[in-house]
């Protein structure tokens, strides 16, 4: 990777200093780091994310569609913790082949969904680079001090509960790729919708600090995330894969496949959903949910932790067979 040149500067300046809002953080874009002053008993909680052209999204997805899944996929990870965004840093690496109408999209889409959940733009880095683009944020939210949700909360016993539906995304994905020929039009572009724009659980953020004994965003597939739930609490999971919520559309997927355990499990491991799975005792799982649903989301209870490690997911009772977990880093 190469830095860019003066001229550069000046793009920097254009694009992305109208998204800085004026915040004093950023310095107007001209230092040579930001500075955070967080509100007193305030806690930061910071998370990054770096996405691949051909890796993490299509090559040839829309720059502001993938400005707009840069930013909420690490609004998914501040949203699992119970973290309010603050402001973000952003890296890309710009391919030659990036032309200037290419970047103001991108920026375009970063200035839409800013403002949409409430972020500002506070530095970034920006090269150029002979591969696909490369883009990463470092989103930074705030919290009282001690209230943000971890992994390593959950208790032996604890039940196991999941925002919104599962597996649309996967099926959204395979779709793009031409596959599930048999899904309509209106079923297609629903799936399709939920694989490039999730919609990030940040309404949830009360719901969790006050009932969640330990949280995690689903992005590498429900099973694979509920996993690590498991591992930073020291304790096993069981997951019932018939309770795992399905939209509509999954659901009638789910029907025309020979094998529904398999069905399932392909859709409990599919990734990409940015939803939430997280943890309470049992005595707190009603008011939990009503407090979610009176933000407008829906969570629904799909197993338990349990003593000892690793996932199991039951169908009817009984371990069904499961090849991955989910998406593996890399
Ligand atoms: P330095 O050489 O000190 O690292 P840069 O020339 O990389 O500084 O950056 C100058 C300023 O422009 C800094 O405030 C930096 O945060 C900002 N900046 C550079 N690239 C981006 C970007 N992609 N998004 C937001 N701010 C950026
Ligand atoms: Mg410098």
């Known amino acids: 990777m190469e830095h860019l040149g003066f001229d550069e500067f000046g793009e920097i300046g254009r694009l992305f200093r109208p998204l800085t809002n004026g915040a004093p953080e950023a310095l107007g874009l001209l230092d040579d780091a930001a500075i955070l002053t967080p509100p007193p008993g305030e806690a930061l909680i910071v998370t990054t994310d770096?996405?691949?052209?051909?890796?993490?999204?299509?090559?040839?997805?829309?720059?502001?569609?993938?400005?707009?899944?840069?930013?909420?996929?690490?609004?998914?990870?501040?949203?699992?913790?119970?973290?309010?965004?603050?402001?973000?840093?952003?890296?890309?690496?710009?391919?030659?082949?990036?032309?200037?109408?290419?970047?103001?999209?991108?920026?375009?889409?970063?200035?839409?969904?800013?403002?949409?959940?409430?972020?500002?733009?506070?530095?970034?880095?920006?090269?150029?680079?002979?591969?696909?683009?490369?883009?990463?944020?470092?989103?930074?939210?705030?919290?009282?001090?001690?209230?943000?949700?971890?992994?390593?909360?959950?208790?032996?016993?604890?039940v196991v509960l999941v925002s919104g539906t599962i597996g649309d995304a996967g099926l959204g994905l395979e779709a793009l790729g031409g596959a599930l020929p048999d899904l309509n039009a209106a079923e297609r572009d629903a799936v399709v919708l939920h694989h490039r724009l999730p919609e990030p659980r940040l309404a949830l953020r009360g719901s969790l600090r006050g009932f969640a004994s330990a949280a995690a965003d689903v992005s590498d597939g429900l099973l694979a995330d509920a996993g690590r739930i498991g591992i930073a609490s020291g304790m096993g999971v069981e997951i019932d894969l018939h309770a795992v919520p399905l939209?509509?559309?999954?659901?009638?997927?789910?029907?025309?496949?020979?094998?529904?355990?398999?069905?399932?499990?392909?859709?409990?491991?599919?990734?990409?959903?940015?939803?939430?799975?997280?943890?309470?005792?049992?005595?707190?799982?009603?008011?939990?949910?009503?407090?979610?649903?009176?933000?407008?989301?829906a969570l629904t209870p799909i197993g338990r932790m349990v003593e000892g490690a690793g996932v199991l997911a039951l169908f009817h009772g009984r371990p069904a067979p499961v090849e991955r977990l989910g998406w593996t880093h890399g």
């Open 50 to 158: 770096t996405m691949v052209a051909g890796v993490h999204f299509l090559s040839d997805t829309p720059p502001e569609l993938v400005a707009k899944k840069l930013l909420r996929v690490n609004l998914s990870d501040l949203a699992a913790k119970g973290a309010e965004p603050w402001g973000w840093f952003l890296t890309v690496a710009w391919p030659q082949t990036y032309d200037a109408a290419a970047r103001r999209a991108f920026a375009a889409g970063l200035a839409e969904d800013q403002t949409r959940y409430g972020l500002t733009l506070w530095g970034g880095d920006t090269v150029s680079t002979p591969g696909p683009l490369t883009v990463g944020a470092t989103l930074v939210g705030r919290a009282p001090v001690g209230a943000a949700v971890t992994r390593s909360g959950a208790r032996a016993g604890d």
């Open 247 to 297: 939209s509509l559309t999954a659901a009638r997927w789910l029907a025309r496949q020979g094998d529904e355990a398999a069905g399932r499990v392909r859709l409990a491991t599919a990734g990409d959903d940015y939803e939430v799975v997280c943890t309470t005792p049992p005595g707190r799982v009603d008011p939990f949910c009503a407090s979610a649903q009176a933000v407008g989301v």
